[in-house]
């Protein structure tokens, strides 16, 4: 979990009450991930100076026909100047919907990207040893020769190459 201000808070839970009660709530998620983007492109983080191009962008994702909360909740932000929270009022939305279904979130680090399969496995491995539902972040960690390190909670899960290699020292050096 992450510090969110009161704000951020209050923002997030009022989504996630109307968006809630949607079995679409992932997709509403990725249109608001989408708009965030899109907005990002023409928001002066430094001055908070927000300009006409926003609106043009705001008219736009309307004409694309995106759900109307999320049209609705960055108008609020706009009007109110408060686009800077949107990214940390995504972050929590999330935090609020992975709750209610009882999903964890797993960092994967590994060497390269894992495929689909790979992701779907680890995911799977996890569900059936934890008994949980889990998402998997992947983190790319050039350090990693091989294999997975698995982050989640304060559990690590140490299948890399170098972890292997440790292991197998110690107990050659315990062994003598």
């Known amino acids: 979990m992450f510090f969110a201000p009161k704000l951020v808070v209050n923002y997030a839970i009022a989504l996630f009450k109307v968006a809630g009660s949607n079995p679409e709530i992932s997709d509403q998620l990725k249109t608001l991930n989408e708009l ?8 002066n983080e430094r001055l908070f100076i927000y300009d006409d191009s926003c609106k043009a962008i705001l008219d736009n994702v309307k004409k694309q026909k995106f759900d109307p909360i999320i049209v609705n909740l960055v108008t609020k932000l706009l009007d109110k100047r408060r ?9 929590y939305f999330e935090e609020l919907r992975r709750h209610s279904l009882g999903i964890e979130i797993a960092q994967v680090h590994s060497a390269r ?10 995911s ?3 569900d059936k040893r934890f008994d949980k539902k889990f998402e998997i972040e992947q983190v ?10 698995i982050i ?25």
Do not use: C, M, W
């Not at 689909?116 to 680890?122: A, G, L, Q, R, V």
């Open 36 to 43: 965030v983007s899109k907005l990002h492109e023409n928001y």
């Open 83 to 91: 686009l800077d929270i949107l990214p940390k009022l995504i972050l």
């Open 113 to 122: 990207k894992l495929s689909d399969k790979e992701t779907k496995d680890i």
């Open 124 to 126: 799977l491995y996890l």
């Open 140 to 149: 790319i960690d050039s350090a990693l020769v091989g294999g997975v390190k």
């Open 152 to 176: 989640f909670d304060s559990f690590l899960l140490d299948n890399s190459v170098e972890g292997k290699l440790r292991k197998t020292k110690d107990y050659i050096l315990n062994a003598v």
